[in-house]
């Protein structure tokens, strides 16, 4: 496995490379100082795991995150505990506090490698390998201020757009991330998701009812009330893809 090593600290980030070549399954493929350095990095060098600092200046781990469209397998490396509930919300495969010992490094590895080679026999029998669409299956990153979930694009009902962010509908929560609305529609499979308007994408298997709206365009009622203006350019389209 490819692994980005990141940590402000110098001293910290030799020791756990050299705790690491103990391991013939891992390859340091680099290592980064701050967020900056290691969003160039993992988008070059496509890591299947960072070992990831919490605690940076200026931007923290959590922000890397944010900011990464493809984010790679996360074990959080920190002094501090208090963020343990938070690495969970975001997925973390583990969460291992300094100094770090060889065992519990011992098992966030066995952990590692149970993910990656399940991913793999998945990718083998779907087919799915790096660029593909997004599907109702996959987990995407959602961080809006000191608040981070990782969810389900199955659970997501709605993406709206609203000036340079998008609000992104799932459960009770609303959260805005900073991208655009075209963006996102590229990254989504069209066999889950449908551009309804300018302003919306909404999950296919949200729909509960339809009808007809003015100037040929149509309503649709999402499961839990959502209402969602389909315009009339796309209505056509809209019809085609929910019928027999």
Known sequence: ???????????????????????????????????DDAKEKIEALAPDVVFLDIQMPEKTGFDLLEEL??????????????????????NALDYLLKPIEPKRLGEAIERLLKKLNEN???????????GRKLTLDDQVFVKDGD???????????????DGNYI?????NFKPMIHKSLNALDE???EKSFFRASRKHIINLSWVEAIEPWFNGGLVVTLKGGD???????????FKDMMSL
């Open 187 to 189: 990254r989504l499979s």
């Open 147 to 161: 608040r981070c979930w990782f969810v389900k694009l199955s659970n997501v009902r709605l993406f709206e757009s």
């Open 69 to 90: 469209d493809n984010v790679p397998h996360v074990i959080f490396t920190t002094a501090y505990d208090e963020y343990a509930i938070k690495a969970f919300q975001v």
């Open 227 to 237: 209402r969602i203006e389909v315009s009339r350019r796309q209505a056509a389209r």
């Open 167 to 171: 609000k992104v509908y799932f459960d």
């Open 120 to 130: 793999q026999d998945k990718s083998e029998e779907t087919g799915d390998f790096a």
């Open 1 to 35: 496995m490819r692994a980005l090593v990141i940590d402000d600290e110098r001293l910290a980030r030799k020791e756990l490379i050299n705790l690491l070549s103990q391991y013939d399954q891992v390859e340091i493929v680099g290592e980064a100082n701050n967020v």
